[in-house]
């Protein structure tokens, strides 16, 4: 599996909602085409200090990507891509 480091931001058009109804993203636009991810995938709160942020490993069945969500609604960055 080749890793890829991407680190750019993203901008999520669709989010999912668990049965906890936490946010977690389904659809994310990058570099003008739109990935669809296939389920809720697993993700982590990583903290430093006061800030927080979340990391989300997610698939749209071909190709794994890692996100990261600034916990504000705002800021989502594209970490990698694994395929």
Do not use: H
């Amino acid at each position: 599996m080749t890793n890829t480091t991407i680190n750019k931001e993203v901008s999520v058009t669709r989010l999912g909602f668990k049965k906890n109804m936490t946010v977690y993203p389904q659809q994310v636009e990058f570099d003008g085409s739109t990935i669809n991810f296939i389920d809720a995938g697993i993700s982590c709160i990583v903290r430093s200090g006061e800030r927080i942020a979340q990391i989300f490993t997610l698939t749209d069945g071909r190709s794994e990507f890692r996100l990261r969500s600034d916990n504000n609604g705002g800021a989502w960055t594209l970490l990698s891509i694994s395929a």
